[in-house]
Antibody, heavy 119, light 107 residues
Framework: QVQLQESGPGLVKPSETLSLTCTVS??????????WSWIRQPAGKGLEWIGRIYSSGSSDYNPSLKSRVTMSVDTPRNQFSLKLASVTAADTATYYC???????????WGQGTLVIVSA | DIQMTQSPSSLSASVGDRVTITCRAS??????LNWYQQKPGRAPKLLIY???SLQSGVPSRFSGSESGTDFSLTINTLQPEDFAIYYC?????????FGQGTKLEIK
């Protein structure tokens, strides 16, 4: 069974960089069949797709966040990561990592991790 | 970006009812439309991918269809566990945008 688990600080100061890692089990991030994505959800609001990365390192980011987002893949550790720079209170949300394909959608998700941006 | 307009934003129904949620894409997305269910405090769960294909383990009372750029999720014979928020998502072209969500509540 594929499982994903987000980890990282739950509190980040304004203007700093949010850093999260997603650890994958039951599959390999090296797999070329899937992309690995990040989605976020402010409390009580809808889902926002942040971006995706393939094992090759090829990535696509949401234009609304593109200037601040960096994603990477760590194949030896079977992890992928998200960095979001210059955060503000508007970046406070639950962040999810997921596995997906364009045809099959995002089929496995992590449980989510709440990140609060506050001084 | 492709905009996904989902309706209604909320819906009240009773156990045993049949309900339909719709999602309209701002441009053609072929059949790259997925539906997710989210319960409080939980991650979204994939129900349907590619417009009408049922994800493994999802009950057959869930179904999806399309008509041009309009897509629908139908739930037949609502069960108590179906009361949740439902989202559509296009995976035709990044960024993979979601609809605003439909909250399905018990009447």
């Amino acid at each position: 069974q594929v499982q994903l688990q987000e980890s990282g600080p739950g509190l980040v100061k304004p203007s700093e960089t949010l850093s999260l890692t997603c650890t994958v089990s039951g599959d390999s991030v090296r797999s070329g069949s899937f992309f690995w994505s990040w989605i976020r959800q402010p409390a009580g609001k809808g889902l926002e797709w942040i971006g995706r990365i393939y094992s090759s390192g090829s990535s696509d980011y949401n234009p609304s966040l593109k200037s601040r987002v960096t994603m990477s893949v760590d194949t030896p550790r079977n992890q992928f990561s998200l960095k979001l720079a210059s955060v503000t209170a508007a970046d406070t949300a639950t962040y999810y990592c997921a596995r997906g394909t364009s045809f099959f959608g995002e089929d496995f998700w992590g449980q989510g991790t709440l990140v609060i941006v506050s001084a | 970006d492709i905009q996904m307009t989902q309706s209604p934003s909320s819906l009240s129904a009773s156990v045993g009812d049949r309900v339909t949620i719709t999602c309209r894409a701002s441009q053609s997305i072929a059949s790259y439309l997925n539906w997710y269910q989210q319960k409080p405090g939980r991650a979204p769960k994939l129900l349907i991918y590619a417009t009408s294909s049922l994800q493994s383990g999802v009950p057959s009372r869930f179904s999806g269809s399309e008509s041009g750029t309009d897509f629908s999720l139908t739930i037949n014979t609502l069960q108590p566990e179906d009361f949740a928020i439902y989202y559509c998502q296009q995976t035709y072209s990044p960024p993979y945008t979601f609809g605003q969500g439909t909250k399905l509540e018990i009447k």
